[in-house]
């Protein structure tokens, strides 16, 4: 029992004798680690409107109206197009509770993790942040960190470089099939501009997976 | 004594309440912090947070003063007053320089303890009124804790006072000797002991655990009747820290002693309150039954053994 | 009438008045409370009256320790805030009390007023070594035996206590480890 006192005095007359290790926010800004969660930043041009956000939001705190837009045919005869357009995308960020599940469902890369966190108001209403603020933290977001030493390799590089489908195979190193694993082919039909008049339709009309059909090939 | 140096002495007492126990508080914040391996306030005043109670202190006069419905509202304004000025009067009997105290008492070491004694009704008070059942469980077990550990501190405190052969406080540090460091040795640490009890600070702040029963007796309190407890126990640490100054380390006794008396005095007291602090940081709480068995089972007994010491000594 | 009989009066004016409510209250802790004044005036009492000690004695045994275990004991058992009606007497055992309270007033009043009546005494501040002397020498016999009683009334309650506890299995018994440095 004594020792054990004597042990708790002990401990904390060494400890005022050192240094603390306090770090004192407004005068030393901190060092925060890659992938921090901060604020939600919105890149406007990549949103569809698709509302796939909104919907897997456990809480509900993200706005989106939108509405259609005919795109008057290119050509002569050709067909009209519609395309969505965003009018409003607002986060209220006194509901969120920064799970970020709507960057992870987002499937066209609109929404990114911003470290800034400093955004701290004094009336509850300002933390609806609408689509100009969101995109404001776009230049916040710092770019995707390296992946660490011998980490698989990253899914949308490989996808990038794996082959068109369809398209006469060319000399790709052995890496390509391991790029064309099964989220590969969920983002070729996003990202990849067609590479050409020649590309078949839509994957969703392939009758069988795409990552079958390459390996079949070989 | 004329009227002039009444009030003289009045505003002394009043201005060492108002003044040491922010300067105790203070010094609380910051040591504690460092053995935490914090800063503790580092903003208010400038340098090194150094009026951050000036700041509280505003902030307790601009809070609502809230009075539960239920309460019984006159004992509910009372408690803080009852729990302030007890520690005030004591404070003021206690000599800080040969010959100067606010209040010159023959039997001034009784004053102390009678004064002490009865700034726990207001502790009583606070918990019964405030109709709040963490509250009256805090009122309950405060007033069992200073019921038990009242027995040994008076038992201590009677040894240093036979030793001395008087119970006036100035009298008790003129008859002391370094050799009183080990003699009174056993009831110095009981009445340490038994003072920290008094003042429900940890190890022994069972009454107003605050992972229990919120705040003990003071739950309902707001603002400035909040801040008067506050102020109270920590005057009640000053209090504690120069009476143990005076009884047991020699109070004004050292080189110079004529001159710098006072300033021993205060020293030696500050010291007893940074140990104090010190034993905050690092104890953990006791239970209340471990708190009981601690007062009758060990510290009764030291003490009476420490009284038949001291009474074999003096007679032989 | 010098400043000391007005200080003497006004304490116990206090006393009397604190005293009367004490009794009269329909307000159990109320009542403790009254009694802490009481208590109290009559500290001030003996300090005008020159006895030092004994009031300070007064103020650390009575405030102080018994007037705290009332109210725990009141806290401990039922002390409702606001008037109670669980402890109200009829109005014949109020007058009852009242007259016996006034009779006994009487008596004291008869036999002590002469005793101090016609030659006022001196007020002589008595120091604690003579209140010493006075108790371990001529009173010690009463003092010793007071002390005997208080010693039985203590293993008395210890007794109680402990017996009503041999039939109780959740008793408190069983020291836990750690308990005590």
């Given at each position: 029992m004594i020792p054990g006192l004597v042990k708790g005095l002990a401990t904390t007359a060494r400890t005022l004798t050192r240094r603390t290790h306090v770090q004192e926010y407004p005068d030393h800004r901190p060092e925060l680690p890659p992938r921090s969660r901060g604020v939600i930043a919105l890149l406007e041009e990549n949103c569809t409107s698709c509302m796939l956000c909104a919907r897997e939001c456990p809480d509900w705190c993200i706005y989106i109206d939108a509405h259609k837009e005919t795109i008057p045919a290119t050509t002569p005869g050709g067909r009209e197009r519609q395309r969505n357009v965003l009018d409003r995308f607002a986060i209220d960020f006194s509901l969120c509770m920064y799970c970020g599940i709507c960057i992870e469902v987002c499937p066209f890369d609109a929404?990114?993790?911003?470290?800034?966190?400093?955004?701290?108001?004094?009336?509850?209403?300002?933390?609806?942040?609408?689509?100009?603020?969101?995109?404001?933290?776009?230049?916040?977001?710092?770019p995707p960190p390296a992946p660490d030493p011998g980490a698989p390799p990253v899914a949308e590089v490989m996808a990038q470089r794996a082959p068109v489908r369809g398209a006469p195979r060319v000399g790709l190193a052995a890496g390509g099939r391991a790029g064309s694993e099964r989220t590969a082919p969920e983002r070729q039909g996003v990202r990849r501009p067609p590479s050409g008049s020649a590309a078949p339709p839509a994957p969703a009309a392939s009758p069988k997976p795409p990552a079958q059909a390459t390996e079949g090939e070989e | 004594m004329g009227a002039l140096e009444i009030v003289l002495r009045a505003a002394a007492a009043l201005a060492m309440l108002l003044v040491l126990p922010l300067l105790v508080g203070q010094t609380e914040h910051k040591v504690m912090a460092h053995m935490q391996g914090?800063?503790?306030?580092?903003?208010?005043?400038?340098?090194?947070?150094?009026?951050?109670?000036?700041?509280?202190?505003?902030?307790?006069?601009?809070?609502?003063?809230?009075?539960?419905?239920?309460?019984?509202?006159?004992?509910?304004?009372?408690?803080?007053?009852?729990?302030?000025?007890?520690?005030?009067?004591?404070?003021?009997?206690?000599?800080?320089?040969?010959?100067?105290?606010?209040?010159?008492?023959?039997?001034?070491?009784?004053?102390?303890?009678?004064?002490?004694?009865?700034?726990?009704?207001?502790?009583?008070?606070a918990g019964w009124a405030s109709a709040n059942k963490y509250a009256l469980l805090g009122a309950m077990r405060s007033a069992a804790q200073l019921l038990s550990y009242e027995l040994p501190m008076v038992l201590a405190v009677a040894s240093v006072a036979l030793a001395a052969g008087t119970l006036s406080l100035g009298e008790i540090v003129e008859a002391w000797s370094p050799w009183w460091l080990l003699w009174q040795l056993p009831g110095a640490v009981v009445f340490l002991t038994a003072a920290v009890a008094e003042l429900q600070r940890p190890p022994f702040d069972m009454p107003v655990a605050d992972s229990e029963i919120v705040f003990g007796p003071y739950t309902e309190y707001t603002g400035l009747r909040f801040a008067l407890f506050l102020l109270s126990e920590y005057a009640g640490i000053v209090m504690f820290s120069l009476l143990f100054a005076v009884l047991y380390l020699g109070g004004w006794r050292g080189p110079l002693a004529d001159w710098l008396g006072w300033a021993w005095t205060l020293g030696k007291g500050f010291l007893v309150a940074l140990l104090l602090i010190w034993l905050r940081v690092s104890w953990p709480r006791l239970r209340e039954d471990q708190l009981q068995r601690l007062a009758w089972l060990w510290l009764v007994p030291i003490a009476l053994v420490q009284l038949a010491i001291t009474a074999v000594a003096v007679v032989s | 009438m010098t400043s000391l009989d007005i200080a003497f009066l006004a304490t116990g004016a206090v006393t009397i008045a604190a005293a009367l409510l004490a009794v009269t209250t329909r307000q159990l802790l109320h009542a403790a409370l009254w009694l802490v004044l009481s208590l109290g005036g009559l500290a001030g009492c003996y300090l005008v009256l020159g006895a030092e000690l004994v009031a300070l004695v007064q103020v650390l045994v009575y405030v102080g320790a018994v007037v705290v275990l009332v109210i725990f004991a009141l806290m401990l058992t039922r002390a409702p805030i606001g008037p109670s009606a669980a402890h109200t007497t009829t109005r014949l055992h109020r007058v009852l009390a009242a007259g016996l309270g006034a009779g006994v007033s009487a008596l004291l009043l008869a036999v002590l007023l002469p005793l101090a009546g016609g030659n006022p005494r001196e007020r002589t501040p008595v120091d604690s070594t003579a209140i010493a002397g006075e108790l371990f020498g001529t009173w010690v016999w009463p003092f010793e035996a007071l002390s005997l009683l208080l010693l039985v009334a203590l293993i008395g309650a210890f007794a109680v206590a402990r017996l009503a506890g041999t039939s109780d299995p959740s008793a408190p018994q069983a020291p836990v480890a750690g308990g005590a440095p």
């Open positions: 929404l990114f993790w911003s470290p800034q966190f400093e955004y701290a108001e004094t009336d509850i209403r300002d933390l609806l942040h609408e689509k100009q603020r969101l995109g404001g933290w776009m230049e916040s977001v710092p | 914090r800063l503790g306030p580092m903003y208010a005043g400038g340098y090194h947070g150094w009026a951050q109670l000036v700041a509280d202190g505003v902030k307790f006069v601009q809070k609502e003063d809230i009075i539960p419905a239920a309460a019984d509202r006159r004992v509910f304004k009372l408690a803080p007053a009852l729990a302030m000025i007890p520690y005030l009067l004591a404070l003021a009997a206690i000599p800080l320089h040969p010959g100067y105290a606010a209040i010159d008492a023959p039997a001034s070491l009784v004053f102390v303890l009678a004064a002490t004694s009865v700034g726990v009704l207001g502790t009583l008070m | -």
